[in-house]
């Protein structure tokens, strides 16, 4: 019996929220909790009003030698349309805005049900 090579996984929204970014507004480093996936829909942005940053899970990879050259962090520019999922124990931030342009961002958590 061959079995498929897609599964279908029952998940809900678990919480979901629209953020208004004016000038000065930031969001600190965060996770998300127990969510197995998270993401954001870039709905307003000018590109240039603060990125999304991802802080590496591995601290202690720039004492390796060989994996020296990984970031600690990555930067992702928002785009107006742009969907970013991440798992939810992912460590990340928004900078700064530093423009007079508000940006604006849908974001979700979702969790696949266990049982």
């Known amino acids: ?11 809900r929204i678990d919480s979901s929220w ?6 000065n ?7 998300h909790g127990d969510s197995d996936i998270s993401g954001v829909y870039y709905v ?5 009003d603060g990125e999304l940053v991802f802080e590496n899970p591995n601290r202690l990879v ?3 030698y060989l994996l020296n050259t990984w970031q600690e962090s990555m930067h992702h520019k928002p785009e ?6 991440f798992p939810g124990w992912m460590v990340h931030r928004v900078e700064k805005n530093l423009t007079d342009n508000e940006r604006i ?3 979700f958590n979702i969790i696949f049900n266990r049982g």
């Open 62 to 64: 720039s004492t390796s």
């Open 18 to 23: 629209l953020t208004l970014n004016h000038r």
């Open 1 to 11: 019996v061959s079995q498929s090579r897609y599964c279908n996984y029952d998940f």
């Open 105 to 107: 961002s849908f974001s």
């Open 44 to 48: 307003k942005t000018n590109g240039e």
């Open 80 to 85: 107006v349309g742009k969907l970013i999922l």
């Open 25 to 31: 507004h930031y969001s600190h480093a965060h996770h």
